[in-house]
T-cell receptor
Framework: KQEVTQIPAALSVPEGENLVLNCSFT??????LQWFRQDPGKGLTSLLL?????REQTSGRLNASLDKSSGRSTLYIAASQPGDSATYLC??????????FGTGTRLTVIP | DAGITQSPRHKVTETGTPVTLRCHQT?????MYWYRQDPGHGLRLIHY???????DKGEVSDGYSVSRSKTEDFLLTLESATSSQTSVYFC??????????FGQGTRLTVV
């Protein structure tokens, strides 16, 4: 069974700092990996999707990398802002009908 | 939120009572999913549907049933609610490709 782990569980940084969130998964036979953002009391918003054949994806200040063979992904956030404060979830897909989620990293960016 | 509406958004119910949660989409997507989110577990798949009247079990399906009589509606029923079913429930939709879109969630408390 696929297990997804995210470290750290919580992170607090001053505004403007660059940061890295980590995600690891136990079974490298994945179709893709996604990073989501979740705000309190809200649903999930997809940030970046990396197909299994890709190494990284970028969107604005966000960059996600994937090393499938080692079962790791990182989400890099450049020049963090208070509006980036949220919980970030990593999820891997092993087929069309399920996503396996990590427990998330709660990020607080201090003004 | 990609045309997904969950109702109700909040519900408190008593142990042993039946509860139905509704997910309504306006995107005409083929796949619909129900997940639950609990502290320390991440999101876990309960049931999913791949078409009208076509459903299948996910990772944590015990105690839940689903129905999909129309493309746009996917109902999750707890036949006899238990305290262990206190959770936040998320509906998601997709076209079977890698991207899934999530609703805002329903917070269910069983007392």
């Amino acid at each position: 069974k696929q297990e997804v782990t995210q470290i750290p569980a919580a992170l607090s940084v001053p505004e403007g700092e660059n940061l890295v969130l980590n995600c690891s998964f136990t079974d490298s036979a994945i179709y893709n990996l996604q990073w989501f953002r979740q705000d309190p009391g809200k649903g999930l918003t997809s940030l970046l999707l990396i197909q299994s054949s890709q190494r990284e994806q970028t969107s604005g200040r966000l960059n996600a990398s994937l090393d499938k063979s080692s079962g790791r992904s990182t989400l890099y956030i450049a020049a963090s802002q208070p509006g980036d404060s949220a919980t970030y979830l990593c999820a891997v897909s092993t087929g069309a009908n399920n996503l396996f989620f990590g427990t998330g990293t709660r990020l607080t960016v201090i003004p | 939120d990609a045309g997904i509406t969950q109702s109700p958004r909040h519900k408190v119910t008593e142990t042993g009572t039946p509860v139905t949660l509704r997910c309504h989409q306006t995107e005409n997507h083929r796949y619909m999913y129900w997940y639950r989110q609990d502290p320390g577990h991440g999101l876990r798949l309960i049931h999913y549907s791949y078409g009208v009247k076509d459903t299948d079990k996910g990772e944590v399906s015990d105690g839940y049933s689903v129905s999909r009589s129309k493309t746009e509606d996917f109902l999750l029923t707890l036949e006899s609610a238990t305290s262990s079913q206190t959770s936040v429930y998320f509906c998601a939709i997709s076209e079977g490709g890698p991207e899934a879109f999530f609703g805002q969630g329903t917070r269910l408390t069983v007392v």
